[in-house]
């Protein structure tokens, strides 16, 4: 079904590909150079060859019966609604790093958009994790701080009237998931913590945040690093209107869920947050909530990884072994009274 949809985005690139690059000259073969499979799509990297350059596109085509109730069709429509209204957005305030939408495709099941040059910031962590020095030019720590400026100019562009807090949700999405991860380990001490904490936090929280649209999908896999600034692709998970600290937290609950990996150390960890917080613009007591946020997150990874097949028991049991350490470990840092 993905091949028979890709044979009708090439031909529609062949027909009109040369209206999105009327300085690329006369248009002369358009080429599908590999794919990557995902749970629920495909992404395709199609090059479109012109007389006096080459351009590069992607096309994400989501897998028929991979898509749950809204199917490939619908999924593409809300991803594809997405991205048009943020480049929308982003062109007219003169911001860069979202892709520019190439024809429509949502009736295929399909989202095309030009192909962001880079590589992904946790291509970047990893290396520095891994390669002594790699990081010692800097590299990392402007790529941090690029990160935040990007997602504080993402808000404030889309940003909404500040919403009202509802912390007695908040805590009582806590407690589910901490009694979620109990049955996998997680050590009453740490629920402790965690639970204690959070009220103790949201107490002297404040009763508005900032409003505007959330991505939902703020990782450092998904963040994009190139040579002319940060860029972003994916708005499947996208939401008009949310509270903007879900995706500092998301982000940063990602970063520290890295140190999972017994290469990956708290130091490069701990900087890249605190120069993407000061960056993004976070005060102290906005960090306090961020960091609650951030333990939900990072619990919900956590429960997450219990769906793993059965047949995979002994992944299974690593999985939990190594999270609820270092669940333990994120609460102790966050959200002990000394933090």
């Given at each position: 079904m993905a091949e028979n949809v890709m044979d009708q985005i090439v031909a529609a690139l062949r027909q009109d590909g040369a209206r999105y690059?009327?300085?690329?000259?006369?248009?002369?073969?358009?080429?599908?150079?590999?794919?990557?499979?995902?749970?629920?799509?495909?992404i395709y990297d199609?090059?479109?060859?012109?007389?006096?350059?080459?351009?590069?596109?992607?096309?994400?085509?989501?897998?028929?019966?991979?898509?749950?109730?809204?199917?490939?069709?619908?999924?593409?429509?809300?991803?594809?609604?997405?991205?048009?209204?943020?480049?929308?957005?982003?062109?007219?305030?003169?911001?860069?790093?979202?892709?520019?939408?190439?024809?429509?495709?949502?009736?295929?099941?399909?989202?095309?958009?030009?192909?962001?040059?880079?590589?992904?910031?946790?291509?970047?962590?990893?290396k520095a994790a891994l390669l002594p020095g790699y990081a010692d030019d800097g590299t990392l720590?402007?790529?941090?701080?690029?990160?935040?400026?990007?997602?504080?100019?993402?808000h404030k562009a889309t940003s909404e009237m500040p919403a009202p807090f509802d912390g007695i949700a908040l805590l009582g999405d806590l407690e589910k998931l901490c009694a979620n991860c109990r049955t996998s380990g997680l050590d009453d001490a740490s629920v402790q913590t965690i639970i204690t904490g959070t009220k103790s936090i949201l107490s002297r929280t404040k009763k508005?945040?900032?409003?505007?649209?959330?991505?939902n999908d703020f990782?450092?896999?998904?963040?994009?690093?190139?040579?002319?600034?940060?860029?972003?692709?994916?708005?499947?998970?996208?939401?008009?209107?949310?509270?903007?600290?879900?995706?500092?937290?998301l982000f940063l609950a990602s970063v520290e869920a890295l140190e999972k990996y017994p290469f990956c150390n708290r130091t490069i960890t701990a900087e890249l947050q605190e120069i993407f917080l000061e960056a993004y613009g976070i005060t102290p007591q906005d960090e306090q909530v961020i960091r609650v946020l951030k333990m939900k997150a990072l619990l919900a990874m956590f429960a997450q990884g219990r769906g793993v097949k059965e047949s995979a028991v002994r992944k299974k049991v690593m999985w939990a072994t190594v999270m609820k350490r270092f669940i333990a470990q994120a609460a102790e840092r966050s959200l002990s009274p000394a933090a």
């Open positions: 690059y009327p300085q690329g000259g006369e248009l002369r073969n358009v080429r599908v150079v590999g794919h990557t499979p995902k749970t629920d799509h495909y199609i090059v479109i060859d012109f007389a006096e350059r080459s351009e590069r596109v992607a096309a994400k085509v989501y897998r028929a019966g991979k898509c749950g109730p809204l199917g490939a069709k619908g999924m593409a429509e809300i991803e594809g609604g997405n991205l048009n209204s943020v480049f929308e957005i982003f062109m007219k305030k003169k911001l860069t790093g979202v892709p520019r939408p190439i024809g429509e495709f949502t009736e295929l099941g399909a989202v095309v958009a030009e192909k962001l040059p880079g590589v992904p910031l946790q291509s970047i962590i990893m720590r402007a790529a941090a701080k690029a990160t935040g400026d990007w997602l504080r100019r993402f508005a945040l900032p409003s505007s649209a959330v991505l990782t450092p896999l998904n963040v994009v690093i190139g040579e002319n600034g940060v860029g972003f692709a994916d708005f499947a998970k996208m939401t008009r209107t949310g509270n903007s600290f879900q995706d500092v937290a």
